[in-house]
């Protein structure tokens, strides 16, 4: 009995000393560069939690500005019951109705989005954590630009017999399902490695969509679109801070 005391007590004391390794929740500045046909720069702050007894498993939240910069882009029909047929989940496994996806070409995006960010993060070791993050509701802001129109059918223009307009940055930034999403939303999925207890290095890979609003609609399948997305997958790098 004593025995078996002893070996329970150095397994409390083994599990104690195991969680006492991991942070349960930390704060951290973090800076990112993603680049490839593009250019995007992020800046974000984050706040983890540690989840069990570990606190391996950590969620958070946390609030990020992300910059686009690309020349010559072309944006495709964004609405998902354009592209679609459906703005709810199935939009997520649906083909794409190729007969309503228009271009809309821009020579010049320069995007900013300010949004709320969802978080997870698994620690692998004490050093290396993998981790996914998402934005989740904000807004966006940039400079207007002009933009032609090429349409997959031909005759189709712009509600004015045209195929040029002026569009900006959508305003509003919402994550739904898929093409259903709203604006400007970044994505990342990451390794980090802590320097040491204050300074990580992460690596990964960014999936950003930039969303405009032309000023004027073109009419496809009984509907008016404005709305004209891109999405880019970019290497990524950063920095963070822990405090």
Do not use: H
Not at 175 to 195: A, H, I, M, Q
């Amino acid at each position: 009995m004593k025995k078996i005391f002893v070996c329970l007590s150095l397994i409390l004391v083994c599990i104690k000393g195991f969680a006492q390794g991991y942070d349960t929740s930390y704060k951290t500045a973090d800076l990112a560069l993603a680049t490839g046909t593009g250019f995007s720069p992020a800046l974000s702050y984050t706040q983890m939690f540690g989840i069990g007894r570990s606190y391996r498993f950590k969620i958070g939240y946390g609030v990020r500005l992300t910059s686009f910069f690309a020349n010559d882009i072309q944006l495709r029909t964004a609405p998902a019951s354009l592209t679609s047929g459906t703005s709810n989940f199935a939009a997520l496994v649906s083909d794409d109705i190729v007969a309503n996806i228009d271009t809309f070409r821009i020579k010049k995006v320069q995007a900013n989005a300010l949004n709320l960010t969802i978080n997870l993060q698994y620690a692998l070791t004490q050093k290396l954590e993998v981790g996914i993050n998402i934005d989740a509701i904000g807004f966006s802001f940039g400079t207007k630009q002009s933009g032609d129109l090429i349409a997959k059918a031909s005759k189709r223009k712009f509600n004015d017999g045209t195929v040029v307009s002026e569009a900006k940055p959508t305003n509003f930034n919402l994550l739904l399902v898929s093409d259903s999403d709203k604006g400007s939303l970044n994505s990342e999925l990451f390794l980090r490695y802590w320097v040491n207890n204050k300074i990580g290095i992460r690596g990964g890979l960014s999936f950003f969509f930039v969303e405009y609003t032309s000023d004027k609609k073109v009419s496809v399948a009984n509907q008016e679109n404005d709305r004209w997305r891109y999405k880019s997958l970019l290497p990524m790098v950063a920095i963070s801070y822990k405090f």
